[in-house]
Each structure stands twice: as C-alpha cells, then as structure tokens.
C-alpha cells in the first residue's frame, strides 16, 4: 500500500508561515473533493500502512484497528507514540512519518530508551526502544497543522450546516414535522418536545448527532442516564418526569458534537470574568467609571464597549459610545461581513486590547495608558486593510467569558431576507455543560475504538 500524497489539502498553505512549509505529507481530512458538501466525518481514510512494513490496519474496524497498529509498532518495531490520543488526526500522522522513515533513520526523530524488557514481557536487559513525540520539533509542528487543519475543517462543516437549506428530516416524535435547516430541526426537537441537544450555534456534525440520539431512542435507552427501558411509553415518561430530555454532558462521547471541544489548545487565552475585573483598575480613565463593573454580575445584562470599561444595556447606545469616545463605527466596519467574521473581529479587537496591542498596526505597548494615546494620535481606532489578522479560525473562541457582543452580531443589513431565525440573539459564549474536557481524547473519530 502506498502512502497517498496526493491528497493533502494545500489550499491554506498560503497564508502559513513558513516555518510550516517543512511539513509535507498527506492530511486526509478533506478526501472526498468531489462531493461539495463539506465532509460530515473527520477521518475518511480507513486503511492505513505500518510506518516501517507492508502490513495495513483499519482503522474503522470494529475490532480496534488503532490498537492493533499500535500494539504493531511496538511489538515489533519497538516504537512507542507519545500522547496518542491527543493527536488530531492519526492516519495522517502515520503517513507522515511513513514517509518521513522511508528515507530516515528511526533515531533521527526519536528518542531511544533501554528497557530490560522484550516487547513480550521476557526480561532481558538494556533492550532498545523508541519514543516518537512532540520533543521533536518536527513532530510538534505536524501535530499543531493537524489540530489546525481540523479546527478550519470543523468551522467549515458548521458553517455549513448553519446555513444548508437541505435537512429535510421527519421529527423523532412527531409525524408533521419536517425540517429544512439544521437549526430549525434541533430547536424545533427543543420548543415541541422538550428536547435538549444544546443550542445548535454550539453543534457540529448534527446529522450523526441526530442518527444517534434517534438510535438511543429506538433502543429505549434513556439519553440523560442511559438507563434501557421495556418499552417507549415507559422511556418518555422516565424522560419527562425526570428532566431527562437532554444529552448526558459527561459522556465525552458526545465531545465530538460541540464545537467548543475543537478550540486549540494554546492562545488566544481565555480570561475568565473574575481576572477581567483585577484588570478593570488598570482602566482608570473613563468618567463614568462607577456604572462599570458593579452591575457585571447583576440581574440586567450589559454590554462592553470594546475598548474601555464603559458598559451598556443597550447595544446602539454603546455603539454611538464607540463613535463619540473611540471614533470607530462597528456597524460601518462590519458591514458586508457574515456572522462568523463578525465574531472573529470582535474577539480580535477584545484580544489585542487585553494583551495591549495596536489593532490596527500590531504595534506593542506595556500599558493601556499608551496604548490609547498611540491609537487616539494614529487614529488607530479601525482594522487594517492590508492585513487580516482577525480573520484567522482562533478568533472564532471569544477572548472573555460571557462577552454579550457577541449576542448582537446578527446579520441585520437588509441585503436578503434573512431565514428562519426567530430566536433573536445568537450567542456564541458557550454554557459550561458544553465545555466538556477540552483536552480529552474527544478530538478523533477512531479514538473511540479504543474505549
Ligand atoms: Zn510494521
Ligand atoms: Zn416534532
Ligand atoms: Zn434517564
Ligand atoms: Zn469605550
Ligand atoms: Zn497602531
């Protein structure tokens, strides 16, 4: 079997740096080009090659292809991989290093430790064995593509199926009912039957979300407690009474489903709301300065402007705010972009001002104080038009907990009518029931095998 180079998917490379260009290989997210639909599944690729032999492993196998490929290496090529789990996509990082190993020695890569063990258990000693992990830069950088490569693929998919007008889906309860979105499907399962997947700006992958809760379903498993029940009546009771109508949050084989779960784990940082506040004495400079964080946690919810601590209840108001005090027009500069860029420059510009750095110029300061003064004298107060460096898949995270701007990005320009969201604000900040273990083992499909 040949490792298949032909599929890597080349179209972003231009705007990665280049320190990345050494990374060549096949990354199989994208396989199937011709269908447009964006893939509904991670990995597509089933069959892959021993990075050292001819013998090839599914790893879609019911039986734990994965296992056995890595119980392959290293019983008899003695190759142990660090921190498997974690790896975005496996069989890309196999054909990878098959590749790599093709024409390189094994030591190159990886470190080497001596066991007084065989692979077998016998005892033996100062026997050879080798580590392949992210100590070595090169396999750092493959891993860092590869969760890269699949967050754009995640944000693509759910971009995708916010919009795709072809759900057409019958209700898992009722007969009269058939969707034509996604969203309609999920928050009609919640308005009529109480059904609670999580809010559908949150999900990922809603087709095989769908398949298996209607599969539970059918097998009279409870989706909550997963407890199984003689027979349907007796099921939707149990889930009614119970308030059992949603789906078990520690369960991480839901992870997948939520597109939180795809966050990269490096920067940009999340700020939680209590370091947000230490931060606010550091913002001594607005007037009004006693309306700002007292009412944070209050029952009204307000909004911050983007660039100082004044906050207010109502969204055109701060927006005027940040005309007058900042000379910078949201509507304006947003204008003509989609939802998801909208998202992204507002967490760019909460970013560059937490880490106090020049939106417009990314120039540098220590201080807020200094920051201001250079943007009020650049009249900095705007985005660049050369670069887009808010336009990047991180920013999609929001940069504060909690940031109600977020909830006022609908897409309000009249350009054409827009569909069927009567559900007013989109929220983007994510509950805490769907920030389920960022760091598990939830970011491959095959892992799952292994459980
Ligand atoms: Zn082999
Ligand atoms: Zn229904
Ligand atoms: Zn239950
Ligand atoms: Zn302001
Ligand atoms: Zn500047």
Redesign the pocket.
């Known amino acids: 079997m040949e490792a298949n180079t032909t599929n890597n998917i080349s179209s972003k490379d231009s705007h990665e740096e280049s320190s990345r260009s050494s990374i060549v290989g096949p990354l199989n997210f994208a396989k199937d080009t011709s269908s447009l639909e964006p893939p509904t599944s991670l990995v597509n690729e089933r069959t892959v090659p021993?990075?050292?032999?001819s013998?090839v492993y599914d790893f879609h196998s019911r039986d734990n292809g994965v296992d056995q490929y890595l119980a392959?290496?290293y019983l008899?090529?003695r190759l142990i991989v660090g921190d498997v789990k974690e790896i975005a996509c496996l069989p890309s990082y196999c054909y990878y290093w098959r590749d790599k190993f093709s024409s390189e020695p094994v030591d190159k890569y990886c470190s080497s430790m001596l066991l007084n063990q065989l692979p077998d258990g016998t005892s033996s000693s100062n026997e050879k064995y080798f580590l392949l992990s992210d100590i070595e830069p090169l396999d750092y950088e493959l891993r860092q593509r590869l969760k890269r490569e699949k967050l754009d693929l995640v944000l693509t998919r759910h971009q995708f199926e916010r919009t795709d007008r072809n759900y057409r889906r019958d209700c898992l309860y009722c007969r009269d009912f058939r969707s034509e979105t996604r969203p309609e499907f999920i928050s009609h399962l919640y308005a009529k039957h109480f059904l609670l997947l999580g809010k559908s700006e949150h999900l990922v992958f809603v087709d095989e979300l769908i398949e298996i809760v209607q599969d539970k379903l059918n097998q009279l498993i409870c989706l909550y407690c997963e407890k199984v029940f003689k027979d349907r009546p007796t099921l939707k009771e149990h889930m009614r009474k119970k308030g059992h109508k949603r789906i078990n949050p520690d369960n991480h084989y839901y992870d997948r489903f939520f597109l939180v779960n795809y966050r990269l784990k490096q920067k940009p940082e999340y700020v939680p709301i209590a370091k947000r506040k230490e931060e606010s004495s550091v913002f001594n400079s607005d007037d009004d300065s006693d309306s700002d964080w007292s009412d944070w946690n209050g029952e009204e919810q307000t909004t911050t402007c983007l660039f100082c601590t004044h906050s207010e209840a109502n969204i055109d108001t701060l927006k005027q705010h940040m005309v007058d005090k900042h000379s910078f027009d949201f509507t304006q500069t947003v204008h003509g972009m989609s939802f998801y860029q909208r998202v992204k420059v507002v967490n760019f510009i909460r970013r560059q001002m937490h880490i106090r750095k020049c939106i417009t110029c990314e120039q540098q300061f220590t201080d807020y104080k200094s920051l201001c003064e250079h943007m009020d004298t650049e009249e900095h107060y705007r985005l660049s038009k050369e670069s887009n460096g808010w336009d990047q898949p991180e920013y999609f995270f929001p940069t504060y907990e909690d940031d109600q701007f977020l909830c006022h990005l609908e897409e309000i320009d009249n350009e054409e009518p827009t569909t069927s969201e009567e559900d007013g604000s989109i929220v983007i900040s994510e509950d805490l029931n769907a920030r389920i273990n960022i760091d598990a083992e939830s970011l491959s499909l095959e892992n799952f095998s292994l459980q």
Not at 50 to 53: L, N, V
């Open positions: 021993c990075m050292f032999c013998n392959h290496l008899v090529h």
